[in-house]
């Protein structure tokens, strides 16, 4: 059972170990976390746009930095050395074209669906048995040496998708 589900079920999870706490981490990261919410997180903090003004002058910079020898680079070229690293990804228009069509043809993963109702009924599985399968699987691949990064993003979609899934059904089932 991950804590998010305990929490949500008001059970007490007595042990939480520091690769869950960076697995929930991550997962809440990658999927709750949106420019708005940390917008308002640092306006919340206090944080403003306002500039804020420095006690040290440049000029007292420049003399530090001539003490220093840099090899013939100048203080500028310095402050500016990191200015045209890309920090996120470009999006190329193949890519958005692809993502856009993923949600608007939701029938290409129907077929899928129907696969799995012609497949031998099997008794339903209850959500904290799902949940502990989940995390049998995630702990074999955390024993395994170079496992990709992809796989435990992966394993942590699923995780959410599923938890969104329980609370959303146990919050309709509390508000009838």
């Known amino acids: ?18 690769r869950d706490c960076i697995s929930e981490v991550s997962k809440a990261w990658r999927s709750d976390v949106t420019s ?11 944080f403003t746009n306002e500039i804020i003004e420095t006690d040290i002058e440049i000029p007292d910079v420049q003399r530090e930095w001539e003490l220093v020898h840099c090899d013939g680079v100048t203080l500028k070229d ?11 990804e470009s999006l190329t228009e ?7 069509r993923k ?20 008794s339903k599985l209850t ?14 691949f955390r024993q395994e040496a170079n496992v ?5 993003l992966k394993l942590d979609d699923i995780e959410t998708f599923y938890e969104r899934r329980t609370i959303f059904k146990n919050n309709k089932q509390t508000k009838k």
């Open 1 to 18: 059972m991950t804590a998010m589900t305990a929490a949500n079920q008001n059970t007490r999870r007595t042990k939480i170990t520091l």
């Open 36 to 46: 708005e919410t940390i917008k308002k997180c640092f306006f919340k903090a206090g």
């Open 78 to 88: 310095y402050l500016k050395i990191d200015e045209d690293i890309a920090v996120y």
């Open 94 to 100: 193949e890519s958005i074209v692809e993502e856009v």
């Open 103 to 122: 949600k608007e043809n939701p029938d290409e993963f129907e077929e899928e669906d129907d696969e799995e109702e012609h497949a031998v009924e099997q």
């Open 127 to 140: 959500e904290e048995d799902t949940l502990n399968a989940l995390s049998v699987v995630r702990n074999g």
């Open 148 to 152: 990709p990064d992809e796989i435990f």
